[in-house]
């Protein structure tokens, strides 16, 4: 297991968020999370069907 969390620690990208600021994943291609934070949390949520070109 540590293994594991060492890896994902070493792929992790970090945002230094602003306010209104978007973030838009791709739940296919990406493992996500969050870190702790304090204040009001505020979710917006968008899905569509996987685009093939």
């Not at 296919?28 to 979710?43: D, N, S, V």
Request: hydrophobic share 40%; glycine share 4%; no cysteine.
């Amino acid at each position: 297991m540590e293994h594991l969390r060492s890896a994902y620690r070493a792929a992790s990208v970090r945002f230094d968020y602003q306010r209104d600021d978007v973030l838009v994943v791709d739940n296919m291609t990406a493992a996500h999370g969050r870190e702790p934070f304090t204040g009001p949390r505020r979710i917006a949520v968008a899905m569509a069907e996987p685009h093939t070109p």
